[in-house]
Each structure stands twice: as structure tokens, then as C-alpha cells.
């Protein structure tokens, strides 16, 4: 994962345990107040979202666990790998695309910000500028041409 990915699990992590564990715990201890738990909504609401959260917590410290981050403004190359900015056009369209190659848990599409399992990500490892990658969409065989390759 890039050093960007990382440090937005780490966030997310904090978050969770600084902010939202101590709230349902509060709620926790709030509907409990209230008496009778087998008929406590609230306490059952709370319950679920603390399953929820934990659930969470365990899953990102996993992930964190298991990265290995890669600084991307060290690499260099003509060749498409992981963390390379791809700017790629639509062959059909002529429409421009501009595409980073990330993680799976970092993916954005909207922000430009693709899988590195994702199809067009496949089909564009190994290559370099002026090649054209075939991707196969729902939408049917779409052809791109990579136009600039850069490591930010």
C-alpha cells in the first residue's frame, strides 16, 4: 500500500478506538441504566454497533499487520507498476483518463485512485507509453492507449 493508504488506516483506527469505542461504551452503560435488558432496544442497538466496531478495529490492525508500504515518489520507470499515475485515452472516445494504481482497501475510482486488481490495472501492469491495453467491461472490449507515465 502507498504511505497515503497507510496513514489513512491509521486514522481510521484511531478514530475507532479513541472516539467511537468509548461512545458505545457510554451507551452501553446508558441503556443498561434503563433496566430490564432483554426488552432494551437501545441496549441491543449499542451491543450490535460495539460487535460492529470491534469487528472493525481487528480487521484494520490486520491490514496494518500484513502492509507493506512503498513510497512512491522512489520509484521510477517506464514501465506500469504499482503507485504509477497512468494517463491513459479511450480509443473509441478519445476520452482521457488519469488513473493511480493503488491497494485494494485505497480504491477510489471517483478520486482517480484505481486497484491494483482492478481489469484495467491488469492489463496495464508490465506496459509502458504507447501501448494500448484491452479491457473487457460489462459495457463490452474497450480499448486505451497509455499516454504518460509518472510516479508523484
Known amino acids: 500500500m502507498t ?51 470491534e469487528g472493525q478495529i481487528a480487521e484494520i490492525e490486520d491490514k496494518i499487520s500484513r502492509a507493506q508500504v512503498i513510497d512512491v515518489s522512489k520509484l521510477s520507470g517506464q514501465n506500469i507498476k504499482f503507485g504509477a499515475t497512468v494517463t491513459v485515452v479511450d480509443e473509441d472516445t478519445e476520452e482521457e483518463g488519469r488513473y493511480q494504481v493503488v491497494g485494494e482497501h485505497e480504491a477510489d475510482v471517483k478520486s482517480g485512485r484505481i486497484s491494483l486488481t482492478s481489469p484495467l490495472s491488469r492489463a496495464m501492469i508490465g506496459k509502458e507509453v504507447g501501448d494500448v491495453v484491452e479491457v473487457t467491461t460489462p459495457a463490452g472490449v474497450k480499448a486505451y492507449e497509455i499516454l504518460k507515465v509518472e510516479w508523484i
Open 3 to 53: 504511505g497515503a493508504g497507510y496513514q489513512a488506516l491509521d486514522d481510521e483506527l484511531k478514530r475507532l478506538k479513541q472516539i467511537e469505542r468509548p461512545s458505545v461504551i457510554a451507551a452501553i452503560a446508558e441503556a443498561r441504566s434503563h433496566g430490564d435488558l432483554s426488552e432494551n432496544a437501545e441496549y441491543h442497538a449499542a451491543k450490535e454497533r460495539q460487535g460492529w466496531i
